[in-house]
């Protein structure tokens, strides 16, 4: 029989000598610099991946900027130069056009159809799709609602006030229906976007919802905001791990990760929608005056987005997928929406593409 002092000892040693016991160590970084408050949304999901892993997995988290320049994240995760870093989507679409839907939707889906649609209605799967393209996986872990809509020091009140403006918009799809509503594209990493209404080089600009732009000193610089924000009805954050990291780790493991990640949704999703409560209330302290599209002008922006939508699946069956997915998940919940209307929890409109026209392209 074992004294007490040895079975420990070679318990520990056993411990130690384990496959399974084997502590691996990830470095992680994020698009988004300490001053941007998306970042909080990666360093939580880090934080929550380190105490539940524990001795199977710790992650050094590195904002944004730290290790890298944001453009070269995605290159660092294909390659296996770190094995994780938060990012948008939408960011990658030049590498594949179904990225703009991943991570946000034009005048689509509201952050409720996001929360639906990942964990029930197959987009877990489709993102693993597009990114498993590139050698990663990919835990989406962040959900916004609706964006704050244009900002600057020149107002906006109608769509024919875009005609002819210089305007900071992100995402293809969104450039484009920018386009054909007169006004003229101009893409800024998020860093820029203050100095560039603050110079005048941009009439207004989007960038995120009200609690990020306020958190970006938005305030000092801004004396007029435009709502809805049409351009990003919702928006989906995530982590992409390279895919040699993940399959390094042990079932139990992932699965931890993944419950990492559907936790964080929910809180991302609450926070936010504090936060820009909180900040819309101090825009308008600050004097920023607030105006709103006409519904005739958010029904022309929808006919616009329906093009646009059907121009981007005819050029790229993988975006026809991802947005033949969205809508007929759309159409699916419609039935239930429109019962429990006015508590409903979803994006309220009949007007979008044909689920037959999509398929055409497919």
């Known amino acids: 029989m074992l004294s007490g002092g040895i079975a420990i000892s070679l318990a520990a040693l056993g411990g130690i000598s384990s496959p399974a016991m084997a502590q691996e160590t990830w470095t992680m970084t994020s698009t ?77 889906f509201t952050a409720v159809d996001y929360l639906n649609w990942i964990q029930e209605r197959g987009g877990f799967e489709l993102y693993q ?35 002819g403006k210089r305007l900071r918009i992100s995402g293809r799809d969104q450039g484009r229906v920018l386009e054909q ?5 101009v893409t800024l990493a998020g ?35 435009t709502v809805p924000g049409w351009h990003q009805s919702a928006s989906v954050v995530g982590v992409m791990i390279n895919k040699d990291a993940w399959d390094a780790l042990s079932e139990e493991t992932q699965e931890k990760l993944k419950i990492a990640a559907e936790a964080n949704l929910a809180w991302s999703l609450s926070r936010s929608e504090m936060e820009s409560t909180e900040a819309t209330a101090k825009f308008i302290e600050s004097g920023v005056v607030i105006n709103r599209y006409s519904d005739e002008d958010l029904e022309n922006i929808q006919k616009v987005a329906n093009e646009v939508f059907l121009r981007g699946a005819c050029e790229d069956p993988t975006y026809a997928k991802v947005i033949h997915s ?15 209307v006015p508590y409903n929890m979803s994006r309220v409109t009949d007007d979008l593409p044909s689920l037959e026209e999509i398929e055409a392209c497919l």
Do not use: C
Request: no cysteine; proline share 3%; net charge negative.
């Open 326 to 340: 969205m809508i007929a998940y759309v159409e699916e919940y419609a039935v239930w929406r429109d019962v429990s």
């Open 129 to 163: 799709e597009v990114y498993g393209r590139f050698g990663m996986v990919y835990l989406p872990h962040g959900v916004v609602n609706n964006e704050a809509g244009f900002m600057g020091r020149t107002e906006i009140k109608s769509l024919t006030d875009l005609d």
């Open 191 to 225: 860093g820029e976007v203050y100095q560039a209404i603050e110079r005048g080089v941009v009439d207004a600009a989007e960038f995120s919802t009200p609690g990020v732009n306020y958190s970006a000193g938005f305030d000092e610089v801004v004396e007029h905001w």
């Open 32 to 108: 988004w610099p300490d001053n941007i408050s998306l970042v909080e949304i990666d360093r939580r999901w880090a934080e929550t991946v380190n105490k539940l892993t524990k001795d199977e997995l710790q992650i050094n988290f590195r904002a944004g900027g730290t290790l890298m320049p944001s453009t070269e994240v995605f290159d660092a995760i294909e390659t296996g130069g770190i094995e994780a870093a938060g990012d948008s989507p939408v960011y990658w679409a030049g590498n594949s056009s179904a990225f703009s839907l991943l991570g946000t939707t034009l005048s689509l």
């Open 181 to 185: 509503l007169g006004g003229s594209q």
